[in-house]
């Protein structure tokens, strides 16, 4: 007896094969219905970070004060990207593997409704009694007529009477309709692929950026280069040189609160120019507010927050005076306390000697209250609205860092200076508008106000259009698939002689079975006007997966 010999190329599969079958499941797996809605659960599951943890693009300085009360909490999240949810490395391979996986999805279901839509719809079943809905009865006439006014009775039905072969003459006719539902469904896959596209793109494309301008009709700020913006982020596909130029300038800011103290409204009173009004220096008047934003093109202005921005006078002992105004920190956001920092150098010929002039720098850190209120000498504040303002400072003389060409923060002084001992504390004080404090040397520190800023945000998103006629049609194809069913009806008309012909009708939900009998029943009532007296009552209960 011979023992045969398996070829091992047979017996055992090549490692291309193995990859090519791991690749192949991968996909299908990928590409499943199943698979999209689980990447879509989970990209709203990554979303709610965003909402729950400020985030950088938004709000920095929010951010920043997250991090700064937490320290160790704060960086954690910083590193999971739980402050930059929609920019981070995860939320993208979600947001990308949703993306592929619909596609995946869809492009079959199109090919297949494609293919239905060309289809005859299908022969009658040999055995219409098994069906859930049937019902008989007699009609006069021919069988060939009958069919003819079933088809009349069905105007918006895709219709096919075929004579059946060797039976006598039965003539048989199929009806379906709702082939509308699965267009609505893949319109709204289709959409909404098209929303994350279109987002996606606008990602890449577009660009935000955020400044604060003191509202004081001062020169406010220019759209020219991400250089004018506190924080900008920009597309992949942005360098920050093609801005479109606009300018804007804030008048006043108003805000509303109730007697809580809760904001009810933000709005300010801006004036802008774009376009053909840079060259003519034409300005034009448009009040924003938080839900109101200014839109110039694809480009949107909007009023996210506001705060105060001290005024300080400081006096050198040869009375050349230098007056700064900067924005604090709203630190509080139910009381506005805030808290900031800033630096000023003596005016040119105060001190001829450059070393000296170094040396007389001031530097002032503190607190603002809009409304104080004074624990002794702590200050705190009761109220947001600003009608008795004050503030705690720190005045400190000495180098304060100006020259040194190292980036600082404008709501806190470096510690390495006051470290080293070149930046000296010289008093600490409270002060209301109009007082001051006197130094060893003569130099005033006065308090003169303060004025209320806006916090603006420029975005430029080119897709935000197809955003919406994604979002439109998407809802157009979620109300079709819902209100469309889908339906079958099936009639055998046999011939009896004397001119009269026995009908038998059924009918079949495809996809949902609520209101199904009532409708068949009108149908039916339609074509068999002359119900058999042993016809079979529609029933409503039984199997239906012995249709055809």
């Known amino acids: 007896m ?29 590409t499943s219905m199943r698979t999209a809605l689980i990447l879509l659960f989970l990209l709203a599951l990554a979303a709610i970070p965003g909402a729950l943890f400020p985030q950088r693009d938004l709000n920095s300085q929010a951010v920043a004060a997250y991090i700064a009360s937490r320290p160790t909490i704060g960086p954690a999240l910083d590193t999971l990207g739980v402050f930059d949810v929609f920019s981070s490395a995860w939320f993208t391979a979600i947001y990308t593997l949703l993306f592929v996986s619909l596609i995946g999805c869809l492009l079959p279901r199109v090919a297949e409704h494609a293919r239905a839509l060309r289809a005859r719809p299908v022969a009658v079943p040999r055995n219409l009694g098994r069906l859930t809905l049937h019902r008989g009865g007699t009609r006069a006439g ?11 009775n069905l105007p918006r039905w895709r219709t096919e009477i075929r004579t059946e072969p060797g039976s006598g003459g039965v003539v048989t006719v199929s009806a379906e309709k709702g082939y509308t539902r699965e267009a609505g469904n893949l319109i709204f896959h289709f959409s909404l692929v098209g929303i994350l596209a279109a987002v996606a793109i606008g990602k890449i494309v577009g660009y935000e950026g955020s400044v604060i301008v003191v509202a004081d009709h001062g020169p406010g700020f220019c759209n020219t280069s991400p250089a004018v913006y506190d924080s900008f982020r920009a597309g992949s596909a942005v360098d920050g040189t093609g801005l479109d130029p606009f300018c804007v300038r804030v008048k006043n800011f108003t805000a509303d609160y109730l007697p809580n103290g809760q904001a009810e409204m933000f709005t300010s009173d801006i004036s802008y120019q774009s376009g053909a009004d840079l060259t003519t220096d034409t300005w034009n008047d448009y009040q924003l507010k938080v839900n109101s934003p200014l839109r110039l093109g694809n480009q949107r202005v909007y009023l996210t ?27 509080d956001a139910t009381t506005f306390l805030s808290s900031g920092a800033l630096r000023i150098d003596p005016p040119g010929g105060s001190y001829p000697d450059p070393a000296e002039r170094r040396r007389n720098q001031i530097a002032i850190e503190g607190l603002f209250a809009p409304t104080a209120e004074f624990n002794g000498d702590l200050l705190s504040s009761r109220f947001p609205e600003m009608t008795d303002p004050a503030v705690a400072i720190d005045i400190y003389r000495g180098d304060a860092g100006l020259d040194s060409g190292t980036p600082q923060s404008i709501f806190a002084l470096g510690t390495s200076m006051i470290e080293q001992g070149r930046l000296v504390k010289q008093d600490r004080v409270n002060l209301r508008p109009g007082q001051f404090a006197t130094l060893d040397d003569g130099i005033t520190v006065r308090f003169d106000g303060a004025k209320e800023f806006a916090n603006l945000q420029v975005g ?14 998407m809802m157009i194809g979620l109300v079709v698939s819902l209100t469309i069913r889908r339906r079958r009806v099936f009639v055998r008309i046999h011939p009896t002689g004397a001119g009269h012909a026995e009908v038998q009708m059924a009918g079949l939900a495809r996809t949902d079975h609520a209101g199904w009998g009532p409708e068949f029943d009108s149908l039916a009532d339609r074509i068999l006007p002359e119900p058999a007296d042993n016809a079979s009552p529609p029933r409503q209960n039984g199997p239906e997966d012995h249709a055809h």
């Open 2 to 30: 011979t023992t045969p010999i398996l070829d091992r190329r047979h017996a055992r599969p090549t490692a291309a094969r193995s990859a090519a079958a791991t690749v192949r499941n991968t996909w299908r797996r990928l």
């Open 305 to 331: 927050g506001h705060g105060y921005a001290p005024t300080f006078t400081v006096t050198f002992p040869d009375g050349r005076t230098r007056t700064e105004t900067i924005q604090f920190r709203p630190d």
């Open 460 to 473: 430029y998103d080119p897709t935000q259009n197809w955003v919406l006629v994604f979002a439109t049609t």
């Open 142 to 152: 021919r069988p060939e007529e009958i069919a003819d006014d079933v088809r009349r």
